[in-house]
């Protein structure tokens, strides 16, 4: 397989992440929170900066794009058409069922609003990885600003769909207060309980928590989980509509 994933920090608690085509040299940034962070990390690499693909307006997503275009003045964005003139330096606007290519690795763009009303996620079907920006976190998901919480519903239940073994990267370092809130909620899941283990090690080590996988997400993950009846019992909502359960529990969510 010809694609290669680095990750690393950027401003206080973001992700950003390189996805390398070693067949043609061609390289992604996921986003560009900073330029300083991106530039490090091609520096670390010996990578050339050839696409930015950006999931969502946020200015902590493309702040660094205006330098980097600067930098490297064949770099091509993009980004979601819906948020094109949000974002800024846009050249090809993207929607639901386009591909991207990054040399040769081919991405799938769904759609996934909620946290923002346009956003889009990457997925590199062949290589398993799916970039999902700010909508799944591990343990958590993004906070719904611009559309109705069962929009957002409906993108997660979208994304529990994809193979159990695709590898997530997210937009930021939220695991450890995401684990803490999913065990207020479900305290006896067992999985949930050891992940929540390993995350703690992880982080006190200075280690990231993510990529994770799907999979752990699935069994983890109380936004995934809002069909579980502990998880409707937990919300109050015995036997009730997921996106209901979804609604409630990120209201708490935002409360915590």
Known sequence: MTAHFHQFPCRSDNYGVLVHDSA????????????????KALAETGWTLTDILVTHHHADHTDGIP???AKFPKLRV????AEAAK??????GVKEGDE???GHLEAAVLATPGHTAGHVVYWFEEAGALFAGDTLFSLGCGRVMETPMATMWDSLLKLSQLPGETQVYAGHEYTVSNAKFALSVEPDNAV?????GEV??????GHPTLPTTLSLELAANLFLRCAVPAVQA???????????????LRERKNRA
Do not use: C
């Not at 993009?78 to 058409?81: K, L, N, R, S």
């Not at 909502?237 to 409630?248: K, N, Q, T």
């Open 24 to 39: 043609t040299g061609a390289t992604a940034a996921i986003d560009a929170p900073e330029a300083g962070a991106v530039l």
């Open 78 to 81: 993009v980004g979601p058409a």
């Open 200 to 205: 703690e090690r992880l982080r006190a080590a």
């Open 192 to 196: 949930l309980k050891e992940r929540a």
């Open 100 to 102: 991207v290519l990054v």
């Open 67 to 69: 330098a980097l275009k």
């Open 234 to 248: 937990a919300a109050g909502l015995p036997g009730g509509d997921p996106a209901e359960v979804f609604a409630v």
């Open 87 to 92: 974002i800024g330096g846009v050249d090809l």
